[in-house]
């Protein structure tokens, strides 16, 4: 017994000891030298690259940088030693996107990275994906035939989650065929009344959800959904075995196929979880909103696109949007489906347009949110910036420079804020 209580106790120590690991005493600060980081088409940005250790200028540290258009490098230089910890380099654009500098400094034997990604007109950027004249009767169509599918829903209380003032269920409906199921977590006021709804949609990936108790503890219903058609209320380890098994690259699956696509049922799934919500007769039948990052900024766009009893979305950094910009070498977003290909496959170019956010955003009615980081190497601000300008509908942009694929305190409490505001609720 005390041998046992020895090992908790020693690693209950390492526990505690991995916990404050953060940071580290090397930084590579990549600046440009407009405080907004953004410029006129033609203008130059200048770049100042920056090694410090603890706070402190590192002299004579040795770096690599690449200059360029955001996934097109122009220039590379490697093995420049800074020998007063600083260097300045200079970059343009001629039309309209992103312009970046990333900087690699080699210390010890590790390596420590730092960007910084200029804007050039990106109000003025368009979109490259074209969209099929059948777009929106191929989307109804699926819809419709979905629909003939009875939602079938399951509702089973949680009560280890349940607080005081929420309900928290594990859920499911019938999706697009019967047996096909999307699954997720339901959150939902104790209190009896009538209550706005919010549809949260994932990012990529294959994890289990927990809902959105704070939201509803404000007086909403909230429905937080996974994708792939299990229950989200399993362990780690049996999602990493479906997502480096059987579901490894799920968002390549017959990307051919704009019918057997594997989003197809993920769209539609999304779309349903509204049918879902308005099912409820605790939803007040007024306010409805729909928001996720990353692949859930997307299908935030789809559902608000499809569905006309969505009132609002906000999206943070959306992928999958401009697949074919890079047909004509220009940033886009996840999964970069024809990046650095010289012959892509036409029919899956084809395919993609279907699938594409652009040609979501261009059906969209309602008022919308984004925020994204211009730093961000998974989902290019080029993309993003694309899907903006496509948009016609009221629309509130709110980038936060420094941000990658990722985002700050302020800019998720900005984001639930706006939620919030638009369900009438704080």
Sequence with gaps: MKRILSLLFLFCLFISASAQIRGN?????????????TYKTGETATFLIQVYKAQCLLENAVIDYELGPEMYPES?????????????????????????????????????????TAAFDPLKIQAVTGIPQDFMEFWNTSLQ???????NPVMELMPERCTETVNVYHVSYQNIRPGSRTYGILTMPK?????????RVPGAG??????????????????EIGIHGIPVTNTDAYYNLLFNGALHDYWLMNSDDKDEFYYKRVFVGAVRGVDFLCSLPEYNGNALGVTGASQGGMLSLVTAALDKRVTFYAC??????????????QACGWPHYFYQQEKPDEKRVLVSQYYDGIN????????????FGYNDEVV????????????KAQKEIRPYLETGHYWYQEQYDEWNGWLWKQMGIK
């Excluded at 959105?212 to 429905?223: C, F, R, W």
């Excluded at 979501?360 to 925020?371: C, D, E, L, N």
Aim: proline residues 5%; positive net charge.
């Design 145 to 151: 035939q979905a629909r003939k599918v009875n939602l």
């Design 76 to 116: 590379q230089k490697s093995g420049v030693t800074l020998k007063d910890g600083t260097l300045k380099v200079k970059g343009k654009m001629k039309s309209p996107g992103f312009y970046r500098c990333k900087a690699v400094a080699h210390v010890n034997g590790r390596k420590y990275e730092g960007l910084a």
């Design 206 to 223: 294959i994890r289990s959800y927990y809902g959105d108790i704070e939201t509803a503890s404000k007086g909403a219903i909230v429905l």
């Design 25 to 37: 005493e090397i930084r590579v600060v990549v600046t440009p030298d407009h405080s907004d980081w």
């Design 316 to 329: 943070i950094h959306s992928a999958m949007c401009d697949h074919s910009a890079s047909l004509h070498k």
């Design 380 to 391: 290019a601000p080029t993309s993003m910036y694309a899907v903006y300008n496509t948009l």
């Design 191 to 199: 209190k009896p009344g009538k209550y706005p709804a919010l549809l």
């Design 360 to 371: 979501f955003a261009r059906q969209i009615t309602v008022p919308g949110w984004f925020s």
